[in-house]
């Protein structure tokens, strides 16, 4: 039979965890038509086809599929295959879109405070939106319209939701409020959206109570979809609850456990994001919290978690501001009092987390007087200064208003032991992200660029973590189960042939922390519905050939 394409003489490894084998894959259009085992078959297949593409020596799987993305807040622009290039040469065809709650969509229709929602994401995205859309539906149209280089699914965020309603008022909105949200949240449910993000570390979403919470967790049950959560606290000790002297539980175990209960209380499918453990002294808590999710998943919980292969991840300055400063920050900012307050208080989180100011890396400094810092740690830039460390930080986040773009590190290890990240990694309901922000300006989050190969180079290959078969299910075949994408993640016949060639001896990660934005080697080939994107690890110039996914 004659196909569009053949992929001939590879090592097979399907996503679905079977062990690897020798064959070829059949493309017609877009789709999987055959997976060929026998040579002879494969041979006469060859004739007859369109393009042949020799696989020898090369391993041929699934598209990588990234759960935790923020590429949706570039797939509008014009220019997003040049700015998310990165994802599609490490192999990646999918991203999930809308987490930590922040989402382009949806937006209360009319709503007045479109300028607030576009401060609160601008450290998400590459330049302003022209916001052409309001519903999940008029936003996902938009994108097949101008067309998206890879494919995307949407959560719908609740931060987006609750400031498109709210604005910057962060009281309890009341039963009426909670009721407003829910059929915001329902109706971007019902239009194609595979779920709802909460971003709990960060405001609105630190200051909304537990029953608006549970609104948002019973609207995505009531649709079957996930919840995905970004926990209130990722340390031992967090700004996010007070600061009590014979507070015994960790702040990182309280907020899992509040998440576990809502998840049993519910019954929502819920997915906790980037499952990291920061500062030193936090590292401990890892086989607690995993302990804790495997209870409430034995009680009958529908509970997984996903994470980045790095020890370190990017979020904003303000991340480590506890909520009381957050919440009159532009007062608190000039009062000579509460920076007292706030000095004791990041003295003694230092102290007992075994994480500080100056593990923290600008990526972008939100400003023009603060992007001469872009790539520093904050113990250089306070040099620069010539200030203490506090004060530096508090200088740029004033500057920024909080735009600032940074990498935290010691998250779950560091160089000479990760033991706490390869726990996460390896237990079974762990998924593969790269919670990436890509934009144009300033340095870039290594995991924007290696973070699939990583996991095969160091923890399949280097460590032995995970057999190749199990990693690859990890980043394909399990990720669309969980988030409901029919026809991905493997390659069996009816599937959309989104397929990564890569050479096995080769792959690998280039990162470094003084590298941050090196491409990684290996990745041979990348099609995404069948179209050619990637050709040694280099990205084409082709039309789009992305698909939106609805839910």
């Given at each position: 039979?004659?196909?569009?394409?053949?992929?001939?003489?590879?090592?097979?490894?399907d996503?679905?965890?079977?062990?690897?084998f020798p064959?070829a894959?059949a493309?017609q259009?877009g789709?999987i038509?055959?997976?060929?085992?026998?040579?002879?078959?494969?041979?006469?297949?060859?004739?007859?086809?369109?393009?042949?593409?020799d696989a020898?020596?090369?391993?041929?799987?699934?598209g990588?599929?990234?759960?935790?993305s923020?590429?949706?807040?570039?797939?509008?622009?014009?220019?997003h295959?040049?700015?998310?290039?990165?994802?599609?040469?490490?192999?990646?065809t999918t991203?999930?879109?809308g987490n930590?709650g922040?989402?382009?969509?949806?937006?209360?229709p009319a709503?007045s405070?479109?300028?607030?929602?576009?401060?609160?994401?601008e450290?998400?995205s590459?330049?302003?939106?022209?916001?052409k859309?309001?519903?999940?539906?008029?936003f996902l149209?938009?994108?097949?319209?101008?067309?998206?280089?890879?494919?995307?699914?949407?959560?719908?965020?609740?931060g987006?939701?609750?400031?498109?309603?709210f604005?910057?008022?962060?009281?309890?909105?009341?039963?009426?409020?909670?009721?407003?949200?829910?059929?915001?949240a329902?109706?971007?449910?019902?239009e194609?959206?595979?779920?709802?993000?909460l971003?709990?570390?960060?405001?609105?979403?630190i200051f909304?109570g537990?029953?608006e919470?549970?609104?948002?967790?019973?609207?995505?049950?009531?649709?079957?979809?996930?919840l995905?959560?970004?926990?209130?606290?990722?340390?031992?000790?967090?700004?996010?609850?007070?600061l009590?002297?014979?507070?015994?539980?960790?702040h990182?175990?309280?907020?899992?456990?509040e998440?576990?209960?809502?998840?049993?209380?519910?019954?929502?499918?819920m997915?906790i994001?980037?499952?990291?453990?920061?500062?030193?002294?936090?590292?401990?808590t890892?086989?607690?919290?995993?302990?804790?999710?495997?209870?409430?998943?034995?009680?009958?919980a529908?509970?997984?978690?996903?994470?980045?292969p790095y020890?370190c991840?990017?979020?904003?300055?303000?991340?480590?501001?506890?909520?009381?400063?957050l919440?009159?920050?532009?007062?608190?900012?000039r009062?000579?009092?509460?920076?007292?307050?706030?000095k004791?208080?990041?003295e003694?989180?230092?102290?007992?987390?075994?994480?500080?100011?100056?593990?923290i890396q600008?990526l972008?400094?939100?400003h023009p007087?603060?992007?001469?810092?872009?790539?520093?740690?904050?113990g250089?830039?306070?040099?620069?200064?010539?200030c203490?460390?506090?004060?530096?930080?508090?200088?740029?986040s004033?500057?920024?208003r909080?735009?600032?773009?940074c990498?935290?590190?010691k998250?779950?290890g560091?160089?000479s032991d990760?033991s706490?990240?390869?726990k996460?990694?390896?237990h079974?309901?762990?998924?593969?992200?790269t919670?990436t922000?890509?934009?144009?300006?300033?340095r870039?989050?290594?995991?924007?660029?290696g973070?699939?190969?990583?996991v095969?180079q160091?923890?399949?290959?280097e460590?032995?973590?995970?057999?190749?078969?199990?990693?690859?299910?990890?980043?394909?075949?399990?990720?669309?189960?969980?988030?409901g994408?029919?026809?991905?993640?493997s390659?069996?016949?009816?599937?959309w042939?989104?397929?990564?060639?890569f050479?096995?001896?080769?792959?690998?990660?280039?990162?470094s922390?003084?590298?941050?934005?090196?491409?990684?080697?290996?990745?041979?080939h990348?099609?995404?519905?069948?179209?050619?994107v990637?050709?040694?690890g280099?990205?084409?110039?082709?039309?789009?050939?992305?698909?939106?996914?609805?839910?």
């Open positions: 039979m004659a196909y569009d394409l053949l992929i001939k003489d590879g090592t097979i490894v996503g679905t965890g079977a062990p690897a064959g894959v493309v259009d789709k038509a055959a997976v060929i085992r026998s040579a002879e078959e494969a041979d006469a297949a060859a004739a007859g086809s369109s393009t042949v593409l020898a020596g090369l391993t041929v799987c699934p990588f599929i990234d759960v935790h923020h590429a949706d807040w570039i797939l509008p622009l014009p220019d295959p040049v700015i998310l290039a990165p994802l599609l040469e490490q192999g990646i991203v999930i879109g930590c922040y989402s382009p969509a949806p937006l209360q709503s405070h479109l300028k607030q929602i576009e401060e609160m994401s450290f998400l590459d330049r302003p939106l022209e916001f859309w309001d519903g999940m539906h008029s149209e938009q994108l097949e319209e101008d067309g998206v280089a890879l494919n995307v699914t949407m959560l719908a965020g609740h987006t939701m609750r400031v498109s309603l604005g910057n008022n962060y009281a309890y909105p009341g039963a009426d409020g909670i009721s407003a949200l829910a059929k915001l329902a109706a971007a449910l019902e194609g959206a595979c779920g709802i993000s971003g709990l570390g960060y405001a609105p979403g909304s537990m029953r919470l549970e609104g948002m967790a019973r609207c995505a049950q009531r649709y079957g979809r996930l995905t959560v970004h926990l209130k606290a990722l340390s031992r000790l967090s700004g996010a609850y007070p009590k002297l014979f507070d015994r539980e960790p990182n175990l309280k907020a899992l456990r998440m576990l209960d809502l998840a049993e209380r519910t019954g929502v499918k997915q994001s980037h499952l990291i453990f920061v500062g030193k002294k936090t590292w401990p890892v086989d607690r919290a995993l302990e804790m999710i495997d209870q409430a998943v034995a009680r009958g529908d509970i997984a978690f996903d994470s980045f020890l991840g990017n979020t904003t300055i303000f991340v480590v501001y506890p909520t009381w400063f919440q009159d920050i532009e007062r608190n900012f009062s000579t009092r509460a920076r007292f307050r706030l004791l208080e990041v003694l989180i230092t102290r007992l987390l075994g994480f500080g100011l100056e593990d600008v972008w400094g939100g007087e603060a992007e001469q810092y872009n790539g520093m740690f904050f250089d830039i306070a040099r620069a200064m010539g203490p460390v506090l004060e530096a930080y508090l200088k740029i004033e500057l920024s909080g735009k600032t773009l990498l935290l590190h998250y779950s560091n160089e990760e706490a990240y390869r996460v990694l390896a079974p309901l762990n998924l593969v992200e919670d922000i890509l934009t144009r300006r300033g870039q989050n290594p995991a924007g660029f973070t699939f190969p990583r095969i160091r923890y399949h290959k460590l032995g973590l995970l057999s190749l078969e199990e990693a690859i299910a990890k980043m394909t075949g399990r990720s669309a189960r969980r988030f994408l029919k026809e991905r993640g390659i069996t016949p009816g599937c042939a989104d397929l990564t060639v050479d096995y001896a080769a792959i690998k990660d280039n990162t922390f003084q590298q941050l934005e090196a491409r990684p080697s290996g990745i041979r990348v099609f995404v519905n069948g179209t050619e990637v050709r040694d280099r990205m084409l110039p082709v039309r789009p050939a992305g698909r939106v996914l609805r839910a």
